[in-house]
T-cell receptor, first 113, second 115 residues
Framework: GGIITQTPKFLIGQEGQKLTLKCQQNFNHDTMYWYRQDSGKGLRLIYYSITENDLQKGDLSEGYDASREKKSSFSLTVTSAQKNEMAVFLC?????WGPGQLYFGEGSKLTVL | GDSVTQTEGQVTVSESKSLIINCTYSATSIGYPNLFWYVRYPGEGLQLLLKVITAGQKGSSRGFEATYNKEATSFHLQKASVQESDSAVYYCALRGGGSNYKLTFGKGTLLTVTP
């Protein structure tokens, strides 16, 4: 088995601040994802990466940057945190093709004061 | 784009009673989508409950079942007799056909099972 580790688990920031979330996986999966989870809105895809050095925008990419530094790691940056923003960010990985399931990390909770 | 609509909000069921959480989908990509149910138990990460990749087939896990109905574009989750330990948030999801890597989720349904 493998595991997905997200850091930090909790992140508190100020309005306008740039904030970075990190994700590591040891499944040796090619594809990695960042989702945002808001209460009552489900999970929305921010960015995904099919392979190392690849980046693809999801449905909610505005206001975010991402970086796939190596196969095992995928970072997400909130470029300018919005006041009173609160959300959970989920990192996931999967094999690159077919109906493979996504494996998720436990999430990083963002609070902006 | 693809979309998933499922029973919204919270569902409360008494222990040993039956459960159905509705899920319908719309897929715009080429080919038939793959369909999934994910679950998040309290204090745990989101995990796969069951998946079905072929239309007309049924998936099952932990006493839950879901049948891929391409005519009705539905993938309802059912269980004949729920337990308190089934209390969790359930998400229906689809992965489009072709070379679509994206998984599109519904908004989630909070199931509370009362003793």
């Amino acid at each position: 088995g493998g595991i997905i580790t997200q850091t930090p688990k909790f992140l508190i920031g100020q309005e306008g601040q740039k904030l970075t979330l990190k994700c590591q996986q040891n499944f040796n999966h090619d594809t990695m994802y960042w989702y945002r989870q808001d209460s009552g809105k489900g999970l929305r895809l921010i960015y995904y990466s099919i392979t190392e050095n690849d980046l693809q925008k999801g449905d909610l990419s505005e206001g975010y940057d991402a970086s796939r530094e190596k196969k095992s790691s995928f970072s997400l940056t909130v470029t300018s945190a919005q006041k009173n923003e609160m959300a959970v960010f989920l990192c996931a990985s999967s094999i690159s093709w077919g109906p493979g399931q996504l494996y998720f990390g436990e999430g990083s909770k963002l609070t902006v004061l | 784009g693809d979309s998933v609509t499922q029973t919204e909000g919270q569902v409360t069921v008494s222990e040993s009673k039956s459960l159905i959480i509705n899920c319908t989908y719309s897929a715009t990509s080429i080919g038939y989508p793959n369909l999934f149910w994910y679950v998040r138990y309290p204090g745990e990460g989101l995990q796969l409950l069951l998946k079905v990749i072929t239309a007309g087939q049924k998936g099952s896990s932990r006493g839950f079942e879901a049948t891929y109905n391409k005519e009705a574009t539905s993938f309802h989750l059912q269980k004949a007799s729920v337990q308190e330990s089934d209390s969790a948030v359930y998400y229906c999801a689809l992965r489009g056909g072709g070379s679509n890597y994206k998984l599109t989720f519904g908004k989630g349904t909070l199931l509370t099972v009362t003793p």
